[in-house]
Structure formats: structure tokens, C-alpha cells
């Protein structure tokens, strides 16, 4: 638990505004969350989520459903403007040893037009 206060000083999420760049639908926020482009996108339409508290273990209800609710609204302002896209798929990596490049709680959000990734599509 003390990576999160090792990284909490200079973390650029926590720094939004000034530290990362706005999706192409522009920067969307809420009271607890906000949203930033992806600086290594894997698809045409990718951006990424993240509640503005930098410690996963302190997150609420509240902020974790304020992420969710802004992923909701950029699938369906990324659908609008792009209506053939229309799988959603979030994907969540925690921590180093889960994939995740920061520190900072994040997910993933891409708008696919013919698939959803990964195996997904056998759960449905």
C-alpha cells in the first residue's frame, strides 16, 4: 500500500490538466472523475477513465460509479460520431504487476466496429 504514497507526489493523473492530453471528444469530468487521452492507443477510438483519488483502496462507491458513468457517456459520443462502431469493451489493468503503466486506478475504453476484444465475446 505504500506505492500509493510513493507515487502520489508526481503522479501525472493526478496532475490531469496539465500532465495528459484531451481525447478527441474533449476532456469529459465529473465530480469525481475525469477523462485523458491514451498516449499509446491500440484502436481508433480509445481514451481512458480515472477518479480523481490517486489510492485504489480509499476509492468510494460514488467515485468508482462517476468513472463508469463518463465511459458510458464517450461510448455513446464516440457511437454518435462514428455510428458502425458499436462494441464497447472496458478494460481494467491494476498496478504494475497487472499491466498498468501508473500507479493511479484507471480504465480502459474502446469503441470497436466489428468485435469486442479479447474473449469477451464468449460471455455473451
Not at 41 to 67: G, R
Not at 82 to 102: E, K, V
Amino acid at each position: 500500500m505504500k506505492q500509493w504514497k510513493k507515487t502520489s507526489k508526481n503522479c501525472d493523473l493526478c496532475n490531469y490538466q496539465n500532465m495528459t492530453a484531451i481525447d478527441s471528444l474533449g476532456r469529459m469530468e465529473n465530480r469525481y472523475a475525469y477523462s485523458a487521452a491514451n498516449a499509446f492507443k491500440f484502436d481508433q477510438w480509445h481514451s481512458m477513465f480515472m477518479p480523481k483519488q490517486h489510492d485504489i483502496t480509499k476509492l468510494t462507491f460514488e467515485e468508482l460509479k462517476d468513472v463508469f458513468t463518463l465511459a458510458w457517456k464517450w461510448f455513446q459520443a464516440a457511437h454518435k460520431e462514428s455510428p458502425l462502431h458499436r462494441f464497447p469493451t472496458i478494460l481494467w489493468d491494476s498496478l504494475p504487476h497487472g499491466g498498468a503503466s501508473q500507479v493511479h486506478p484507471h480504465i480502459h475504453a474502446t469503441l470497436h466496429s466489428d468485435h469486442y476484444y479479447g474473449s469477451i465475446k464468449y460471455l455473451i
